[in-house]
């Protein structure tokens, strides 16, 4: 009926997560100039209103 349920239990996308950031080589981390977004508390067009609000910022071309 239009919802979607994700593939992985989430516990299992935690470790995987868990395990790709403690890796010895190339650990998964955030970019040193990467935006972060906290979505947890937000509906979708909040988090679209937030990325277009740092994409505005970072790239102020009125064609934007």
Do not use: K
Not at 11 to 34: K, Y
């Amino acid at each position: 009926t239009g919802v979607q349920t994700c593939a992985l239990p989430i516990s299992d996308i935690r470790e995987r997560d868990e395990r790709d950031r403690n890796r010895p080589v190339a650990p998964l981390r955030p970019a040193d100039d990467a935006v972060i977004v906290d979505s947890t508390t937000l509906s979708i067009d909040e988090v679209l209103d937030r990325v277009l609000e740092e994409v505005r910022r970072i790239f102020p071309d009125p064609a934007l």
